[in-house]
Structure formats: structure tokens, C-alpha cells
């Protein structure tokens, strides 16, 4: 049982801090499907509780690894990076347009969304399956992002990065440079777009990790789970629509993202993204011949690395976890909750400890949403996880007139009972 003391301003009064540290453990995935109980074990007075909760004890994950056809694959964990599969994925090979998670990463920290760019002569000619920009075309880098992440545009990569950095060679510079800051061992670009170019190439490691870092940003992800994207320019009889190259964006409603690729020498190319009852995956395909199949093995992978975790609520938002009495208040109670909700996505072997701390006394007055400690949840010894403990409402100090009112609802409750 965790205790602390309230005190009344100076005096000295010692009141009693009741640990209120039972809690529901919800698995809210996964094939046990139904709810884990646990609760907080009182504890000798001090000033930290906690509980565990392993992995193997809620209930089956799947262990039979899937079978790749594809030149290399890997699926990952998104928040840890945790590899749950990997087929060859450290062989160096062209990557095609998911080079365009790092073409955007670099306009995205670079930019502002509203700059306007004027495309290039240069810009408008790269090749395209279709083109749709014309020199002297303006549109703001925003469009132009949607126009890269959700069209596959070659044409915008090109005229992003000359606005960028005043020409494609040092953008391409800046590419390769942030490729070895976020820990991309072996990749090089040659181009901001993913055409095939001798030395463009990545694996499919790597472009696990540039994923990741990307998935950070909000306007990233907010555009490459964009299905459809409607643009209008001057000069144009009808707006122009682009629909997303990722089929899996369109067939599933958990998949967030992220870019495809297709170029002769990569072939099909997928780094997709995924949230499903609370665990956040990321797969990558590279090489594979037929598109169908890269969407096959894609969904496939993802479907294991979902099953390799559960997802877990060991705290709601507002939950109490200790109270004390206030003085001279009938059946007052200073709570104090947590600021969020404590969750955890946790992994097949692993096991998550949750800490309850309180940092000081309580002393009156208290105000609503002061912080008295934290909540700390461990994976594996590592910090993963810190909400802090606010009180809940608040409480001025002790008054004459306090003390009088008390003393007569006691002697009524005495004279009641």
C-alpha cells in the first residue's frame, strides 16, 4: 500500500494516503479475445507500487513465419524498430519510387507547405507515365507532395528538390546525407525520384528505417494514407484527380500508408504501414515481378507482425490510483489520476511492468491537475511509456469556518447513527 501524508498548510496532522491500485488490463487484440484481469498487490508503506504483466499469459501469438517469394522482405515494428521477419533484407537493390519517403522527409523539415514552386523546363520533361506538369506551372509545395506521395510523381520529385535546394545534384546530397543520420548503412540516391540510375539503390532494411523516421511526421502521414486527391490548375478543361498507387490503402481500412515503387529494374516495390487493434506495423517488398504478388506477400507480412504483439490499456485516462482524506472535510477525498491513458504494444516474449510513483506529500491547498508523481511502464528493463499523476480536483486550505462545519455534521452524523 503506497502511503503519503495530506498536511493542513503548517501543522503537523498526519492523514493516511489509501493506494487505490486496482486496475483492468485490457488485451484489446490479438487471438485471446477476451479481457485479462489484474490488480495492484498492497505494498509495505512506501512510496512506489507496481504490477507486471507478461506476454505468454495472454494467450496464443502465431509462430509460423510466412513464406516469401519476393528477392527481399522484412516486417518491423514501428515504434521499436523490433525485426519480426526479414527475407535477404540487407541485399542492396534498387528501390524505385518508395525513394520518395526521403524526397519528402527533406522538403517536409525544409518547406513550408504554402511556398509556392514554379516548375522547371527540367521538371515538366522527366519521364512519367503520364504526364500532367507543364513548365511554369505553379503550385504550392503542398500540392506537390500530394502529387508525389499519392501519384508517384517523378515530375514533382524533381521540381521539389530544385526549389529545395536550387538544384537536383544537392538535394541528391542532402538525400545521402540524412540516409546516414538516420542509420540507412546501405543506401545511395542518384535522384530524387527513384528512376533507375547506376548506384540508386537501398535494401529492404533500410527503407524499414527511412519509413519510420517519416511516420513521425503528421503531414507525412496524413498524406500518404490520402486515397484520393483532387487538384485544379490554370489552363486545365477538368481537375486533376490522383488516386493512390498503394492497392492495399485502398482494400483495407488499418493500412496508414506508405509508397510503392515500379520501375523495370526494381519492379514492384512496397513499404506499407499499418495499425490494427492498437499495434503499428510496417512491411517492406522489394523486386518482386508481379504486382499482385508484392500486394499478396505485403499483406501477408503484416498480418504476421500483428500477431506477434497485443495491444494493452493497463491504465484508462482519469483512472484512480491513490486518495486521501481531506481535513475537515465529510468524506472529501483528494484522487489522484492519471493525465492519460498507459498503454503498451507488447511483444510475443516479452513483459511490461508498471510503476506507480509519487514523488511528494500532500499539502492543502491543492489545485486540479497538479502533479504529485508518474506512472512508469517498462518493457524489458527499458522505459516505454512515462503519465504523469495529477490530483483531480482541487482543495483550498483548512478554515475556521471548515472546522465548524465539520465538527457539527459529525456530531449529526454521531446523533444519526
Not at 303 to 309: E, K, L, N, V
Request: hydrophobic share 45%; net charge negative.
Amino acid at each position: 500500500m503506497i502511503r503519503s501524508t495530506a498536511r493542513r498548510g503548517r501543522p503537523c496532522a498526519i492523514l493516511v494516503f489509501l493506494a487505490v491500485l486496482a486496475v483492468t488490463v485490457v488485451t484489446a487484440t490479438g487471438v485471446a479475445r477476451g479481457a485479462s484481469s489484474g490488480a495492484f498487490l498492497a505494498t509495505e508503506p512506501s512510496r512506489t507500487a507496481s504490477f507486471t504483466v507478461r506476454a505468454q499469459d495472454l494467450g496464443d501469438f502465431s509462430a509460423i513465419p510466412p513464406v516469401i517469394r519476393s528477392p527481399a522482405a522484412i516486417v518491423v515494428h514501428m515504434g521499436t524498430g523490433r525485426v519480426l521477419y526479414e527475407w535477404d533484407a540487407y541485399e542492396r537493390r534498387p528501390m524505385a519510387s518508395t525513394t520518395k519517403i526521403m524526397t519528402a522527409i527533406l522538403v517536409l523539415q525544409q518547406m513550408d507547405l504554402a511556398e509556392r514552386v514554379v516548375v522547371s523546363e527540367n521538371a515538366a520533361a522527366t519521364v512519367e507515365p503520364k504526364t500532367w506538369l507543364r513548365p511554369g506551372d505553379a503550385l504550392t509545395v503542398e500540392q506537390l507532395l500530394y502529387g508525389l506521395l499519392v501519384r508517384s510523381s517523378n515530375s514533382a520529385a524533381v521540381a521539389l528538390a530544385e526549389a529545395c535546394s536550387g538544384s537536383v545534384a544537392a538535394f541528391v546530397a542532402g538525400m545521402n546525407e540524412k540516409a546516414v543520420e538516420v542509420g540507412m548503412r546501405d543506401t545511395h540516391f542518384v535522384n530524387p525520384s527513384g528512376l533507375d540510375g547506376e548506384g540508386h539503390h537501398s535494401t529492404a532494411a533500410d527503407m524499414a528505417i527511412v519509413a519510420r523516421y517519416a511516420m513521425q511526421d503528421e503531414t507525412f502521414r496524413r498524406m500518404v494514407s490520402t486515397r484520393s486527391y483532387t487538384l485544379s490548375l490554370p489552363g486545365r478543361d477538368e481537375p486533376l484527380v490522383f488516386e493512390n498507387t498503394n492497392e492495399l490503402l485502398k482494400k483495407y481500412d488499418w493500412v496508414t500508408g506508405v509508397k510503392t515503387g515500379l520501375t523495370p529494374r526494381a519492379e514492384q516495390c512496397l513499404v506499407c504501414s499499418g495499425t490494427l487493434d492498437g499495434v503499428s506495423i510496417i512491411s517492406v517488398v522489394l523486386g518482386q515481378p508481379v504486382p499482385d504478388v508484392c500486394w499478396a506477400e505485403s499483406k501477408t507480412l503484416m498480418d504476421y507482425g500483428f500477431a506477434q504483439y497485443r495491444h494493452l490499456t493497463l491504465l484508462q485516462e482519469g483512472r484512480v490510483v491513490a486518495e486521501a482524506a481531506v481535513p475537515y472535510q465529510v468524506d472529501a477525498q483528494v484522487q489522484l489520476v492519471t493525465e492519460s491513458a498507459v498503454d503498451v504494444e507488447l511483444y510475443k516474449e516479452d513483459s511490461a511492468t508498471t510503476s506507480v510513483v509519487l514523488e511528494r506529500d500532500l499539502v492543502l491547498p491543492v489545485s486540479e491537475g497538479e502533479g504529485f508523481g508518474y506512472v512508469n511502464v517498462t518493457v524489458e528493463g527499458k522505459v516505454v511509456d512515462t503519465v504523469g499523476l495529477v490530483a483531480a480536483q482541487s482543495f483550498g486550505k483548512t478554515t475556521l469556518g471548515d472546522k465548524i462545519a465539520y465538527f457539527f455534521a459529525r456530531v449529526a452524523r454521531w446523533f444519526g447513527s
